[in-house]
């Protein structure tokens, strides 16, 4: 045991020095790395500029930035639409208006009131149509596939033609109202004669 004591004990008076050996440095590199700043200064002149090997012209300012880009979330750049869909709702009153309206309804939003007037009295034709549940008359609503086989009519080519948006919808007459169908019997539109 005495022997296994003795030889921890030159171990650790060994790594001790080798610790010690390496702490101390030499005080002639300490002067001399004292001496040369790898750093250079933040106001004085930086090496590339000492050398002359940086151009003058990339010392320039630039345009400057101070304009922003976006206000309110509006793109605020020359040439940019002054109320596009990417204007937040909280800025455009017509975004807003848009965000409130059915996904479905999505595709014929744009239609003109004299646009409409003029869909609703192609495919109204006079007589009174069918009285369907009100939940049926809203767009988003599913009409149940018994009304749909029966009633469904498609939209004629001439109005399909001329508003591209109606292409592949069918319609049915409920009441004073054309309800349009899309795919699946979903209501993309209501046009009301009133």
Do not use: C, W
């Not at 790594?15 to 004292?34: I, N, P, R």
């Not at 012209?57 to 304009?67: C, D, E, N, V």
């Not at 880009?69 to 002054?82: I, N």
């Amino acid at each position: 045991m005495n022997r296994i004591a003795a030889i921890a004990f030159v171990l650790l008076v060994f790594v001790a020095d080798v610790a010690l050996a390496q702490g101390k440095v030499d005080q002639d590199k300490t002067q001399e790395l004292k001496q040369v700043d790898p750093v250079p200064p933040a106001t004085g002149k930086s090496l590339p500029d000492q050398a002359g090997t940086q151009e003058p012209s990339t010392k320039g300012k630039g345009p400057s930035t101070s304009a922003s880009v976006f206000v309110d979330g509006m793109l605020a750049v020359p040439g940019a639409a002054a109320d596009g869909q990417t204007v937040p709702s909280k800025s455009s009153g017509r975004n807003a208006a848009l965000d409130k309206l059915p996904t479905a309804a999505f595709g014929l939003h744009h239609l003109t009131d004299a646009q409409k007037r003029e869909i609703y009295e192609q495919l109204h034709g006079g007589s009174g149509g069918l009285a369907l549940s009100p939940a049926h008359a809203m767009v988003g609503a599913q009409i149940p596939p018994d009304i749909a086989l029966r009633n469904l009519k498609s939209v004629p080519e001439t109005l399909s033609t001329k508003f591209s948006e109606l292409r592949g919808t069918s319609y049915l007459v409920e009441g004073s109202n054309v309800l349009l169908v899309g795919t699946n019997n979903v209501v993309v539109g209501v046009i009301s004669g009133r």
